[in-house]
């Protein structure tokens, strides 16, 4: 699986949009960008998922870079109840491990 | 009712006492899991099943057991409890179907070995 490299925390003010980077330079074209969330010791969430395409649901928005080597996590409207570990991960579709790093921790203030 | 239960959500044993942590689905998926996640941490592969009739090991299997009673239900024990066995523990779930990636976790066991 390829390394993701996420910075380690950010702050967002409540009712803005949150942009959260994610590196992953040595991903492989068969392996997708997933992002999940934790908030407080809960388990963790699914949030998007994409391979090449920009993604967006009703979560979030996932914008991926042409040559795929990074991806942006877009939160349109951030809420105090989005502060949260989030994940970026990089992984084979046709496999099974979720690989978590440690993720940046996304502080919303009012 | 949640979709992904754990049993217990908090537990605190002694060391060398044997425990089994409960994970059911209600979700029909094929797929069960159990991490682990220590303090600050991402999570860790402990288990993993396919199907009722499968299970393979993970990142971190030493010390720990399965078992797949069923589609529905996915067991973790720990044999013999070691201090260094504390943390939070998670079942997920996934289809075998397109959406395979996709894992629903469940809220967790807190485990204190003292």
């Known amino acids: 699986d390829a390394k993701t490299t996420q910075p380690t925390s950010m702050d967002c003010a409540e009712g803005r949009a949150a942009n959260l980077p994610c590196n992953h330079s040595?991903?492989?074209?068969?392996?997708?960008v997933y992002w999940y969330r934790q908030i407080h010791s809960q388990g963790p969430q699914y949030i998007i998922h994409?391979?090449?395409n920009n993604e967006t649901n009703e979560m979030a928005s996932l914008i991926i870079t042409e040559d795929r080597k990074s991806s942006t996590l877009i939160l349109p409207h951030a809420t105090l109840r989005d502060t949260a570990v989030y994940y970026c991960?990089?992984?084979?579709?046709?496999?099974?491990?979720?690989?978590f790093g440690a993720g940046t921790t996304v502080t919303v203030r009012a | 009712d949640a979709d992904v239960t754990q049993t217990p959500r908090n537990r605190i044993t002694k060391t060398g006492k044997r425990i089994m942590l409960e994970c059911s689905q209600t979700?029909?998926?094929?797929?069960m899991y159990w991490y682990r996640q220590d303090p600050g941490l991402g999570l860790q592969l402990i288990y993993y099943?396919?199907?009722?009739?499968?299970?393979n090991k993970g990142e971190i299997s030493d010390g720990y057991s399965v078992s797949r009673q069923a589609q529905a239900k996915f067991s973790l024990s720990l044999e013999s409890a070691i201090p260094n066995q504390t943390a939070l523990y998670f079942c997920?779930?996934?289809?075998?179907?397109?959406?395979?990636?996709?894992?629903?976790f469940g809220p967790g066991t807190r485990l204190t070995v003292l």
């Open positions: 997920a779930t996934s289809d075998s179907g397109l959406a395979a990636d996709t894992q629903y």
């Open positions: 040595t991903i492989s074209g068969n392996e997708y």
């Open positions: 994409g391979l090449k």
């Open positions: 991960i990089a992984y084979f579709r046709s496999d099974y491990k979720l690989s």
């Open positions: 979700k029909g998926h094929d797929r």
């Open positions: 099943s396919f199907d009722v009739k499968d299970i």
